[in-house]
Structures are given as structure tokens and as C-alpha cells.
């Protein structure tokens, strides 16, 4: 009962809502760039770009969502984007043309950014700050949950159907989770629904002099150009290592999420007792290992381990982030800098087609460059927290 009672019933709703819609998103997504290559017969370059735009998207749309949330209330942006959000992924099933597709990618970028930064905001309100560490912590493993569902639910629907399948079952989860949040917004009056009186141009100027928002914002650019590749090179790369390569990709996405859900705790013990950027820093390093493991595997049991280091890097370095955001925010601009950290996603874009290059140009070497590119985010960060403890 303590538990149930730790957060309000608005703020469960969402992380349940979470696990829901995560598990719908995850029985498709991580598969774009193999239903691009099979089914539309996409080239790995395009692949790269398709699977680009819905980074490039949030990394616009994050800032707008964001401010938007905050100036008109965070019910009807959670509204509105989700129903949108279920005819993109309708879209997706209906959709024979790569150019189309490439648009629904980036509305489903642009549906993100919206929704993220407004649900996280209405948790921040319902949740008193000596809470909001663990809130950040708790969404972190509820989405890692639907990550372990997700992509073996999708491989299963798509071996007894037709591809589109999982697309059509996406749409319908996210479409009932939005009458679900009907009901919750209507039941419980969203607080501190209008807050932000500064015009966008004005809220522009004040973010983007916070010195400290900019240098974790470059330093999450750079991780996220790696983690990129965990959807689209790296699935291409596994698809050309081996025979099965589709099997054991669906497997490595089950052994990430696993792995979260297990180490998460022990590992987060560990990182209390050590500063927030030796954690950051040690997070980076575990992922350089996994992808150079990644890089000169050549089977099933290297290929697992080489995942099971680069969660470890995850777990330490992925679940403060939205934290560290928000404690910098002031109180009438939490979502508006919540939405204003999409622009890492800017990394997302670039990573998938820096990738699909490498791929063609040097599939030896590919995820050798990409640990370089991940190692130099760790002067940005400890700039970003050698001005915080300045």
C-alpha cells in the first residue's frame, strides 16, 4: 500500500501508461531498418536517413512541445499528440512508398518530443522534489519493462502475420492509452497547467545562455550519435555478421533490457558512492568497450557480452540525465528545458547516417570510430559539472 501511495495516482497512471505504449513502440521501432531493407528495399544510406528524421524532428519539436506545455497546460498536449501519434503508426502499416514513410518517421519524432517533455512535466507536478530522483529512475526501468516485452511480442506477431501487423496492433495500444488518459486528466485537475509569460523568442535566450544546459546538451549530442547505432547500424551490422543475424538482433534488444532491469539497482548502490561525473564518465567507457567488442565479434556469445557491457554504460550513464536537467530548470520552465534536452536528439539524426556511411565504407572499423566519437562527450561533461560546482 506504501508503495501505491508513494506517488499520486496521475503519476502511476503515466508510468504504467508507460510500460504500455513502450511495449507497442518497441514491437516495431527497433525493426525500421530491416522492414526498410526487406520490405521497401531500402538502401543502408536511406535507411539511415529514414530512421534519421524522427531524431532531427524531436530535436526541433522538443523545444517547441516543451514551451508549448508549459504556456497552454500539459493536458492538452498529451492529448492531442497521442491520437496523432496513433495514426503515424497506422500510417506505418499502410505505407508503400519510402518517401511517405519517411515522413511518418519524422511525425513519430515530432509526436516524441511533444509528449515526452509534457508527461514528464505533469510528473514533476504531482511529485515532491525529494522524490524526482527516483521518479526519473522509475520511468527509466519501466521503459526498459516494455523493452523486454516489446521486441519478442513483435518478432512473434510478424512471424504469424504479415509485417504490418505490428504496426496496426501499435496504433490500436496507443490509441486506447489515450482514452485512458482521458480519463485520468478529467478525473484529476492538472496543476500549474499555465505557467510560462515570457514569449518563445524570450524563453530562446534565457536557454540558450544557460552554460550549463549547453555543455550537457553537446556532451549528450555525442553519446547519442553511439547509441543511435543500437537501432539502426548495429541490427545492419549483426543482419551481415551472421546467418541468423535477425534472431539473435531481436535477442540482444531482450539481454539490454534484461540486463537493466537487473543490474540497475546494484549498479545504482555503486554510483552513489562516487560523484555524479566519475559516474557519467564510467558509464561512456563501458559503452567504448562494447562497441569495440561489438566490432570484432563473431558470434552469438560475444555479441551478448559485447551488449551486456554496453547496458552497463547505459545504466550508469542514461537515468540522471533528465534529472540533472530538471534541477538546473527553473520552477516555471521545467518542461520547457525538459523539451529543450530533446536537442541531443540532434545526435540521434546524425548518428543512424554516419553509421549507414561507415557501414559501406569501413564495416571493419565502423563501431571502432563510433567508441571514439562516444569517448569525446567526457570533457563536455566535466565541463558541464565543473561550472555546476563553480
Same mark, same amino acid.
Not at 524532428?57 to 492538452?76: N, P
Not at 551472421?242 to 540497475?264: E, M, P, R
Not at 570510430?369 to 559539472?385: D, E, G, K, M, R
Given at each position: ?47 539511415? %536517413? ?11 519539436? @522538443?523545444?517547441? @512541445? $516543451?514551451?508549448?506545455?508549459? !504556456?497552454? @497546460? !500539459? ?36 509526436? !516524441? ?25 522509475? !520511468? ?9 516485452? $516489446? ?17 496496426? %496492433? ?7 492509452? $489515450? ?18 509569460? *515570457? ?47 535477425? *534472431? ?34 564510467? $558509464? ?107
Amino acid at each position: 500500500m506504501k508503495v501505491i501511495q508513494y506517488f499520486h495516482p496521475v503519476v502511476w497512471n503515466i508510468l504504467l501508461g508507460t510500460i504500455f505504449t513502450r511495449i507497442a513502440s518497441f514491437m516495431t521501432i527497433p525493426f525500421l531498418a530491416l522492414y526498410l531493407h526487406s520490405e521497401l528495399h531500402a538502401e543502408p544510406v536511406t535507411i539511415g %536517413i529514414i530512421i534519421g528524421l524522427a531524431p532531427l524532428l524531436a530535436t526541433v519539436g @522538443g523545444f517547441f @512541445g $516543451g514551451y508549448l506545455t508549459d !504556456r497552454f @497546460g !500539459r493536458k492538452l498536449i498529451i492529448l492531442v499528440t497521442i491520437f496523432c501519434w496513433t495514426l503515424v503508426f497506422l500510417g506505418f502499416a499502410l505505407s508503400t512508398s519510402i518517401v511517405v514513410f519517411g515522413f511518418l518517421s519524422a511525425l513519430n519524432g515530432l509526436c !516524441r518530443s511533444f509528449f515526452e517533455p509534457a508527461t514528464q512535466a505533469l510528473m514533476v507536478d504531482y511529485t515532491t522534489p525529494e522524490k524526482r530522483r527516483r521518479l526519473f529512475s522509475v !520511468r527509466y526501468t519501466a521503459i526498459n519493462i516494455a523493452a523486454v516485452i $516489446g521486441p519478442l511480442v513483435g518478432v512473434w506477431l510478424a512471424s504469424l502475420s504479415s509485417p504490418q501487423i505490428p504496426f496496426i %496492433i501499435t496504433g490500436a495500444m496507443y490509441a486506447l492509452y $489515450g482514452f485512458a488518459l482521458v480519463f485520468i486528466l478529467k478525473k484529476y485537475a492538472t496543476q500549474a497547467v499555465i505557467k510560462a509569460t *515570457k514569449s518563445i523568442t524570450a524563453v530562446f535566450q534565457v536557454v540558450f545562455t544557460d552554460r550549463k544546459l549547453l555543455l550537457l546538451l553537446a556532451g549528450d549530442i555525442l553519446v547519442s550519435v553511439g547509441y543511435s547505432q543500437f537501432d539502426s547500424t548495429l541490427p545492419q551490422f549483426v543482419n551481415a555478421t551472421l546467418d541468423d543475424g535477425v *534472431k539473435l538482433y531481436s535477442v540482444l534488444i531482450a539481454v539490454n533490457a534484461i540486463a537493466v532491469l537487473i543490474l540497475q539497482l546494484p549498479l545504482s548502490v555503486i554510483s552513489e558512492r562516487i560523484s555524479t561525473i566519475r559516474t557519467l564518465i564510467l $558509464g561512456i567507457v563501458f559503452f567504448a568497450i562494447g562497441f569495440v567488442l561489438f566490432n570484432i565479434s563473431e558470434s552469438w556469445t560475444m555479441f551478448i557480452i559485447a551488449m551486456i557491457l554496453f547496458t552497463i554504460g547505459e545504466i550508469f550513464a542514461f537515468p540522471m540525465m533528465n534529472a540533472v536537467i530538471e534541477e538546473i530548470a527553473p520552477e516555471d520552465r521545467k518542461a520547457t528545458y525538459l523539451g529543450a534536452s530533446q536537442l541531443k536528439n540532434l545526435g540521434s539524426f546524425m548518428g543512424p547516417v554516419l553509421g549507414g556511411w561507415l557501414l559501406i565504407q569501413f564495416q571493419v572499423g565502423v563501431f571502432h570510430i563510433i567508441a571514439v566519437i562516444t569517448l569525446c562527450s567526457i570533457p563536455f561533461f566535466y565541463w558541464t559539472f565543473a561550472k555546476k560546482e563553480a
